[in-house]
């Protein structure tokens, strides 16, 4: 009875190319804070298996299993932090 689901994870953008530009942002950015190439391939490989969905029908799983109040609380070019709460 009750309670909050929050989901922090990676989501892929509606339109393919914009997940082209967020993903090549977030690289850019990680080089930035002066990660070593080897500790960013390692993450890039990382990632290989995830399996993004977009934002939108992620927030629509939530509102289809009974969560109310969902919505984005962060975004930082394919990370997201959403949420939902059950009365």
Do not use: M
Not at 22 to 51: N, P
Request: overall charge negative; charged content about 20%.
């Amino acid at each position: 009875p009750g309670g909050v689901f929050v989901n922090a994870d990676n989501v892929c953008a509606e339109d393919p190319a914009a997940q082209v530009l967020h993903r090549a942002a977030w690289i850019e950015a990680s080089r930035a804070t002066g990660i070593s190439e080897a500790e960013l391939e390692a993450a890039l490989e990382r990632t290989k298996v995830d399996v993004l969905a977009p934002l939108g029908a992620q927030l629509g799983w939530l509102r289809e299993a009974g969560l109310e109040r969902v919505g984005l609380f962060y975004a930082w070019h394919h990370f997201a932090v959403f949420a939902g709460s059950r009365p």
